[in-house]
């Protein structure tokens, strides 16, 4: 088989996978949004209403009085961290005073 189109085995796919994963930027960014499900145990949330698509948060421990009363207010809150492979590592939370276009 010379100079056509090559199949990759199932290993090969992981690899290739694997590889082009860990090419994935990460950024700094700033979502608005509204609170669906909080995970105490996995230190986690769902922020949904983004005006994308909903998106898994994770938080650090020292984070959780500001994340619970960020959900407390039942409102739309902002949230800044560092976006990674379709997840957004919290660096800081804060309720919003109204939804966002009111």
């Not at 960020?70 to 919003?96: D, T």
Request: charged content about 35%; some cysteine; hydrophobic content about 35%.
């Amino acid at each position: 088989m010379t100079g056509g189109a090559k199949i990759l085995g199932q290993r090969a796919r992981k690899r290739v996978r694997d590889e082009l994963r860990s090419l994935k930027t990460e950024q700094v960014v700033r979502k608005e949004g509204r609170v669906g499900e909080f995970d105490v145990d996995r230190q986690s949330f769902i922020l949904r209403d983004t005006g994308e698509s909903d998106l898994r948060c994770s938080f650090r421990e020292e984070d959780y009085d500001d994340v619970v009363a960020a959900v407390m207010s039942q409102g739309h809150v902002a949230v800044v961290g560092v976006e990674r492979g379709g997840r957004l590592y919290v660096g800081g939370i804060k309720a919003l005073s109204s939804a966002p276009g009111s």
